[in-house]
């Protein structure tokens, strides 16, 4: 075998199979340290995804009626002064 495919005794099929393995066991340890480790996990992710798209939905919702009722205060506003620089020209 030549140097580039091993590394001290250790070739580089072996080196991706203990990559691959130590980053499995990782991800399965962080899941099970957050509590997604059994059957209903798959259920807490989609509630979850669920969930804040809903809270997206809801920021999006909040944003356009800020917007809107800005815009109804300062045409309102612009109403009422119109009305009364007219009613100074009228009476």
Do not use: Q, Y
Not at 39 to 63: C, F, G, P, Y
């Amino acid at each position: 075998m030549s140097k580039d495919h091993e590394i001290k005794g250790i070739s580089k099929a072996e080196l991706i199979l203990m990559v691959n393995e130590a980053a499995e066991h990782g991800a399965k340890k962080a899941l099970r340290d957050i509590g997604l480790h059994d059957d209903n996990a798959i259920h807490d992710v989609r509630e979850l995804r669920t969930l804040l798209d809903s809270w997206r939905d809801t920021k999006r919702s909040i944003k356009s009626t800020i917007v809107k009722a800005l815009t109804v205060a300062i045409l309102g506003f612009i109403a009422g002064a119109s009305a009364l620089k007219i009613r100074d020209w009228i009476g």
